[in-house]
């Protein structure tokens, strides 16, 4: 059954204009007197008139709920004037036969509230004035080519009449500074929607472990995983999806998905459904055949102990860096008892002995993004976790074959647990915990669908 979906509802992915109205009052009060341009991701080709599905820009849509290809935003800081102007392209009637009705000025001014609506045709002609008396252009060159040269024009025009007028753009500044401190704390309405992304992963990830069997193609378990965030109303998959068996699972990035699994193979699925243009993000490792062998055992368990302790290290107050930390500490020793690596713990942890097994950070942020806008250190020192951020907890250990004629134990053995986690203002919330992670529960959901 299909799960209700932001899709269904007729405008802003299913967010209220109220929302997007709150977002832009932040960041005109962060801009000052600055304007900020932030133009629709382009269109990509695949070949010829072949598209790629087009997923809208991020800071655009966060910023005003435009989610159409060619839309342009400028928005001026409160002390600039605090308008929202929006160049959205006109209707055309033959162009929308082809690839579905546009908004148009009127359905724009509309649904996403501009103070002034115009048609991406008067792009040229418009945009360069309006970027004349602010300090600072907040833009990010390479977005677009036609915006970069207008962009350039306006600071070439405050050079000139900055000196004697005292006004005009002299600097140019990347939207990030502003809309990535923004970003990285989620409003409950955006905690909703993410509660919901990691509802559908749970249930993909649920069901392609209760369809893996010996012999199941790790494309078969992709299209598994996938085709559940679909009819659960998803958009699709918020990234590739990684579906490595044996020892593609020791392969971080591994999204080939072309091998056929073996008994007695452990399958690392690194999956996430994006729902209303927010991502999951979930990673579990099963064994295709139901059971553990002795050695994938001995590492599944010495991350398991990992994730524990990384998510002990999530709450509010506590320093993002602690939750690598935690993790860190837990893979050596787990390494030191599994006889991989020799010596004193805390000497092995100073000296990074885990990067041969464990070469990843153990966190990301996540929201908009799979790996989410927002800085992990200020100054030099960690940040502080504070309630309404988002972020992954995904510890590992990878033992890639190098081929040797007499291998190790644990050749060939990868192993990540991932899940997705809130802060909270009295400690966290795993967003995934429905989805089980303890040896017995994994064993136990593996192949259910064949029983």
């Known amino acids: 059954m299909k799960e209700e979906s932001p899709e269904d509802a007729p405008s802003l992915e299913g967010f209220p204009p109220e929302e997007f109205q709150a977002r832009r009052r932040a960041i005109q009060e962060a801009l000052g007197d600055a304007v900020l341009v932030l133009p629709a991701a382009p269109l990509l080709h695949r070949s010829r008139d072949s598209?790629?599905?087009?997923?809208?820009?991020?800071?655009?849509?966060?910023?005003?709920?435009?989610?159409?290809?060619?839309?342009?935003?400028?928005?001026?800081?409160?002390?600039?004037?605090?308008?929202?102007?929006?160049?959205?392209?006109?209707?055309d009637t033959k162009a929308e036969r082809w690839s579905g009705p546009r908004l148009g000025p009127e359905g724009a001014r509309e649904l996403l509230g501009p103070d002034q609506v115009h048609t991406s045709d008067e792009l040229e002609a418009i945009l360069p004035g309006l970027l004349v008396g602010?300090?600072?252009?907040?833009?990010?060159?390479?977005?677009?080519?036609?915006?970069?040269?207008?962009?350039r024009m306006?600071?070439?025009?405050?050079?000139?009449?900055?000196?004697?007028?005292?006004?005009?753009?002299r600097e140019l500044v990347d939207p990030g500074e502003v809309l990535d401190e923004l970003r990285l704390r989620k409003s409950p309405r955006e905690i909703e929607r993410m509660r919901r992304a990691a509802r559908v992963t749970v249930e993909g990830h649920r069901e392609a472990m209760g369809w893996a069997r010996p012999g199941s193609g790790e494309w078969e378990i992709q299209a598994e995983v996938e085709a559940v965030f679909r009819r659960m109303g998803a958009r699709g998959p918020a990234f590739p999806t990684i579906a490595g068996s044996?020892?593609?699972?020791?392969?971080l990035h591994y999204v080939g998905n072309g091998r056929?699994?073996?008994?007695?193979?452990?399958?690392?699925?690194?999956a996430g459904a994006e729902v209303g243009l927010y991502a999951g993000d979930v990673t579990r490792t099963f064994p295709v055949s139901g059971r553990f062998r002795a050695e994938q055992k001995d590492v599944y368990e010495v991350v398991l102990a990992a994730h524990r302790a990384a998510l002990g290290a999530v709450g509010p107050g506590e320093p993002f860096s602690h939750v690598h930390r935690a993790a860190v500490q837990a893979l050596t020793e787990g390494l030191v008892a599994l006889g991989v690596l020799e010596g004193d713990v805390d000497e092995l942890v100073e000296a990074k002995a885990h990067e041969a097994y464990f070469p990843h950070r153990t966190s990301h942020w996540l929201g908009l993004d799979v790996h989410d806008v927002?800085?992990?250190?200020?100054n030099g020192q960690s940040r502080v976790l504070e309630p309404g951020m988002v972020l992954t907890v995904e510890p590992g250990l990878y033992f890639p074959s190098n081929g040797d004629p007499e291998p190790g134990p644990y050749d060939g053995?990868?192993?990540?647990?991932?899940?997705?986690?809130?802060?909270?203002?009295?400690?966290?919330?795993?967003?995934?915990?429905?989805?089980?992670?303890?040896?017995?529960?994994?064993?136990?959901?593996?192949?259910v669908r064949w029983a």
């Open 154 to 169: 306006g600071l070439e025009r405050g050079r000139s009449r900055g000196p004697r007028r005292g006004t005009g753009p």
């Open 134 to 151: 602010p300090a600072r252009i907040y833009y990010r060159l390479g977005a677009d080519t036609t915006l970069d040269r207008h962009v």
């Open 51 to 91: 598209e790629y599905p087009y997923r809208p820009s991020s800071e655009l849509f966060y910023a005003t709920g435009a989610t159409e290809e060619g839309s342009v935003a400028l928005l001026r800081g409160r002390e600039a004037g605090g308008e929202y102007i929006l160049f959205v392209r006109p209707r």
């Open 260 to 270: 056929r699994t073996c008994e007695g193979d452990l399958v690392l699925l690194d």
């Open 374 to 378: 927002g800085d992990y250190a200020r």
């Open 246 to 251: 044996g020892k593609n699972g020791c392969v």
């Open 413 to 447: 053995i990868g192993v990540r647990i991932e899940d997705d986690v809130l802060v909270t203002e009295d400690g966290m919330e795993n967003l995934t915990a429905d989805l089980p992670v303890e040896i017995d529960d994994v064993e136990a959901r593996v192949g």
